[in-house]
């Protein structure tokens, strides 16, 4: 998971990129600062997979493992005619190196069910993964953005939170690969519109995940005399039902983790308390963010969170909130539906163990958000790298990848008979659901907005003052909003 949004570190990228724009074939970027890169390096090959990609502790220097911060020169169109042909069918040939966040764990395995798939079908082209330890890319993806070194390919949210990439002309459209693929044909027409910006599309998604879903432990909730099978309808039920199971001895009725994931809950309350319409209101100025709804909203929100533990949240990832419900020290949790794959890691059964829902109060809306993958202005590979975005958007991809992630295609010529029971249900709700964007992942705030809902939260966690984060996101949403 990447999650350190440098808004100050953009707004210096896009000056950078201003400065260097009429000039860009007869500089050579500086190279990134000695030591600064963390980078995790992994190359694979056809034939040859050479592995440095222990995330623990391996410290590799980018520009010396990968070649990328060899001199850039020319324009995008300059930089692609160097990249010359392979004499053999299956791929552009050369490295394609790839940001991505999915460093280790099952989000890994996910990233690996497509490296085994971008081997076999482009054996001439070598896979780099700049995969960062932790999965925190943005750090080490700003540094290279700002020396002008881009990767071929850098993973990011699609949506809001890729404008100021396209803004600061640091990507381009990839219109041509989403063609090629299929277009509408193949991705149904609402999410290409939700991706097309100033009539272009910026990046390829490789599936589609659901924010708004609660995680249970049946056997918890059944321990505090409750029906697991029966859903609270709204928040008012659901807190009703934290504190008889809070009163039952559970310390911990609902887990949270830092403060992506306190984001994550908020969004989650404002959704079910708002509605899709009012919610999506909050990003088009139409809904006031000082309003009353949204102050009973943030007083729901403080209200759950005196039923997780606190102490320990600030700094955890998402994990070990899953795990306390999965091991039924915790009775739910609200997470993205990557958690499904984490249950299944512990080999928990779906219905016995575990069961999910949608957000008390949010039935009948899906909180979607995409992970893709761009074009970098003047990346290095530029045909190599369009050969790993065929393969992000092609049904076999998103079918190997997706079945690992716990998301589902973001096409939509899928058969939900090959999922999962959970993924079965992902489906049929994002094509029959009121679609609406996360915040916590980008679909619905650019990255500036982003940090400081992320700061008010933050803030909110250590000071319990509702008051104070009510204006803090208003003021977040005057400051931000397009
Ligand atoms: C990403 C997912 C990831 C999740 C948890 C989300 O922002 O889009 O790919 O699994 O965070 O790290």
Same mark, same amino acid.
């Given at each position: 998971m990447r999650r350190t949004p440098l808004v100050a570190g953009l707004a210096a990228v896009g000056l950078v990129i201003a400065a260097c724009a009429g000039d860009a074939s007869t500089s050579s970027p500086a190279p990134p600062p000695s030591g600064a890169s963390t980078s995790t390096v992994s190359e694979a090959t056809s034939s040859v %997979? @050479? $592995?440095? $990609? =222990? /995330?623990? =502790?391996s410290e590799s220097t980018l520009s010396t493992d990968t070649d990328l911060s060899a001199s850039t020169t020319g324009s995008p169109s300059e930089t692609a005619a160097t990249t010359s042909s392979p004499a053999v069918p299956g791929g552009a040939g050369g490295k394609v190196g790839v940001y991505t966040w999915? %460093? %280790? &764990?099952l989000e890994k395995d996910g990233l690996d069910a497509l490296l085994a798939l971008f081997r076999a079908e482009y054996p001439n082209d070598r896979f780099v993964s700049l995969a960062v330890n932790g999965g925190d890319t943005q750090p080490q993806l700003e540094i290279d953005l700002k020396h002008d070194n881009p990767p071929d390919s850098f993973q990011w949210h699609a949506g809001a939170e890729l404008s100021d990439y396209i803004k600061n002309g640091q990507i381009q459209p990839v219109d041509d690969v989403i063609a090629e693929l299929g277009g509408s044909a193949v991705f149904p027409q609402g999410l290409l519109d939700r991706l097309t910006v100033d009539g272009h599309i910026y990046s390829v998604p490789a599936n589609i995940h659901r924010v708004n879903m609660v995680w249970a432990n049946p056997k918890v909730i059944t321990s505090a005399g409750? =029906? #697991? %099978? @029966?859903? #609270? &309808?709204d928040m008012e039920a659901w807190i009703a039902d934290l504190a008889k199971i809070k009163a039952s001895g @559970? =310390? /911990?009725p609902l887990t949270v983790g830092g403060t992506w994931t306190q984001v994550q809950l908020l969004e989650n309350v404002l959704l079910a308390d708002l509605g899709a319409d009012k919610y999506t209101g909050l990003f088009d100025g139409s809904t006031d963010w000082a309003g009353t709804d949204v102050t009973a909203a943030v007083a729901d929100f403080a209200t759950l969170l005196t039923f997780t533990d606190t102490d320990a949240a600030d700094g955890d990832d998402w994990p070990a909130s899953i795990d306390a419900v999965a091991d039924g020290t915790a009775a739910y949790n609200v997470m993205g539906d990557w958690a499904v794959a984490e249950f299944n890691s512990k080999k928990k059964v779906d219905g016995t163990d575990y069961t999910y829902f949608p957000t008390p109060g949010t039935d009948g809306v899906f909180d979607f958000l995409a992970d893709s993958f761009t074009l970098p202005v003047r990346a290095k590979n530029q045909a190599g790298a369009k050969d790993w975005l065929t393969l992000i958007g092609s049904a076999e991809g998103q079918k190997a990848f997706n079945l690992a992630k716990g998301s589902i295609p973001a096409r939509s010529d899928t058969a939900a008979s090959d999922y999962p029971a959970y993924q079965q249900t992902a489906i049929a709700s994002w094509q029959n659901d009121v679609i609406v964007p996360s915040i916590a992942h980008g679909s619905a705030v650019n990255l500036a907005w982003g940090s400081d809902i992320g700061a008010a939260v933050s803030e909110f966690h250590a000071s319990g003052d509702a008051t104070a984060l009510q204006s803090e996101l208003a003021a977040a949403a005057k400051k931000n909003a397009d």
């Open positions: %997979a @050479v $592995s440095r $990609s =222990d /995330t623990a =502790d999915w %460093a %280790a &764990g409750l =029906d #697991p %099978a @029966v859903i #609270p &309808g @559970v =310390d /911990t």
